[in-house]
């Protein structure tokens, strides 16, 4: 079951960032306006972390997007540089750790 977890986070990463096509339907582009928020992205993204997908492979994957020539055609379309630093903001190597007033700690 992790795996699906791992393959539904890559999938949920490539579609954000590559966006929407230039020639996308009225019912991608209503899709896309109700599911392809960063506020979704991050919500279906954590689902996959809490079944057994770590920090480190979401920002793995992430620099894998930015760096090898088989992920171009992601990173070709306009904004989608922009929506992958804005991914990569979101997800760091190594979690935030935080300890509150009554010494539980949380990850921001």
């Not at 539904?8 to 929407?20: K, P, S, W, Y």
Request: glycine share 4%; charged share 30%; with cysteine.
């Amino acid at each position: 079951m992790r795996d699906w977890h791992i393959k539904h986070m890559e999938q949920t990463l490539i579609r954000f960032v590559r966006g929407l096509s230039e020639n996308a339907s009225r019912w991608e582009v209503k899709l896309n306006n109700k599911y392809g928020k960063i506020g979704k992205v991050r919500k279906r993204v954590d689902y996959d972390i809490k079944h057994g997908v770590t920090n480190v492979e979401v920002f793995t994957f992430l620099e894998l997007i930015r760096t090898e020539s088989i992920y171009h055609d992601i990173r070709s379309p306009e904004g989608s540089m922009d929506r992958l630093n804005e991914l990569q903001s979101c997800y760091k190597e190594t979690p935030q750790l935080y300890n509150n007033y009554n010494n539980v700690v949380t990850r921001y």
